[in-house]
C-alpha cells in the first residue's frame, strides 16, 4: 500500500536528488522583482528591516 511505503520513500530522497530534479525544473525560468513606479502610493511606511530576509 503506498500510504503505508510512503514515509521510507520520502526519507530515501537525498540531498542530491532534490538540488538536481531543481536545476532540471527551474533551468529555463527567471525570477523578477518588481516595484511600482510610485511605491510610496501603496507603502505609507516602509516594512520594519528583518534580519531573517537575505537579497
Known amino acids: 500500500d503506498y500510504s503505508q511505503r ?17 536545476r532540471r525544473l527551474f533551468t529555463n525560468t527567471m ?3 518588481t516595484l511600482p513606479e510610485r ?3 501603496i507603502l ?4 520594519a528591516v528583518r ?3 537575505q537579497n
Request: hydrophobic share 45%.
Open 6 to 22: 510512503y514515509p521510507d520513500l520520502v526519507r530515501a530522497v537525498t540531498a542530491n536528488q532534490v538540488r538536481d530534479l531543481a
Open 31 to 33: 525570477i523578477a522583482r
Open 39 to 41: 511605491p510610496v502610493e
Open 44 to 47: 505609507a511606511s516602509p516594512p
Open 51 to 53: 534580519n531573517d530576509v
